[in-house]
């Protein structure tokens, strides 16, 4: 069974910057046909798409963070890291992650499974 | 990006049916199947429902289902039961390879 964990510090400080990793058990994270994402919820907020990276390692992320995200995969650790830089308030949130999957191109993407979330809390 | 439109919440009793309705504006949600939708108990992962519009992925009870008419898609949960309630979610895989997010439903069995 599929499973992913994020793991990272809980308390960022304002202007710096938020890192995450994902470990992903049961599935190689360079399987081809899925890519692995990052999505977060803001206390008493709806979800919010942060970003996604494919098995080939090409980026999407959403273009209301204005190009503060990065996202990595390490295939040596099967995991894959989202930083977020210039953090503020606002930037509080769980974060989750997980894989999106698309029946090997013969469906269109969905996030078939996710990880149970981590909260960051962005304070001084 | 283009904004997905959901109740902020919906009942229903035990037994009884109820529909969540997700309204879309982009012809990447009126012309393709690329909806799918999440349950979300307070505290827990999110669990993939619905994809492509109407297909059930296994394990989730056929009680769950998906349609789209035009620019609104539904998720519509028949039998409901207690352990149903929860924020539901539809999101957009548009064509620029990003995702959209309904503000979600909060579902409350009576």
């Known amino acids: 069974q599929l499973q992913l964990q994020e793991s990272g510090p809980g308390l960022v400080t304002p202007s710096q910057t938020l890192s995450l990793t994902c470990t992903v058990y049961g599935d190689s994270i360079t399987n081809t046909g899925y890519s692995w994402g990052w999505i977060r919820q803001p206390p008493g907020e709806g979800l919010e798409w942060v970003g996604t990276?494919?098995?080939?390692?090409?980026?999407y992320h959403n273009p209301s963070l204005r190009s503060r995200v990065t996202i990595s995969l390490d295939t040596s650790k099967n995991h894959f890291s989202l930083n977020l830089r210039s953090v503020t308030a606002a930037d509080t949130a769980v974060y989750y992650c997980?894989?999106?999957?698309?029946?090997?191109?013969?469906?269109?993407?969905?996030?078939?499974?996710w990880g149970r979330g981590t909260l960051v809390t962005v304070s001084s | 990006q283009s904004a997905l439109t959901q109740p902020p919440s919906v009942s229903g009793s035990p037994g009884q049916s109820v529909a969540i309705s997700c309204t879309g504006a982009?012809?990447?949600?009126?012309?393709?199947?690329?909806v799918s939708w999440y349950q979300h108990p307070p505290g827990t992962a999110p669990k993939l429902m619905i994809y492509e519009v109407t297909n059930r992925p296994s394990g989730v009870p056929d009680r769950f289902s998906g349609s789209k008419s035009g620019n609104t898609a539904s998720l519509t949960i028949s039998g409901l039961q207690a352990e149903d309630e929860a924020d539901y979610y539809c999101?957009?895989?548009?064509?620029?390879?990003?995702?959209?997010f309904g503000g979600g439903t909060k579902l409350t069995v009576l």
């Open positions: 990276i494919s098995y080939g390692g090409a980026t």
């Open positions: 999101s957009l895989y548009t064509s620029s390879n990003t995702w959209v």
């Open positions: 982009s012809s990447d949600f009126g012309s393709y199947n690329r």
């Open positions: 997980a894989r999106q999957a698309s029946c090997r191109g013969g469906c269109y993407p969905h996030l078939d499974y």
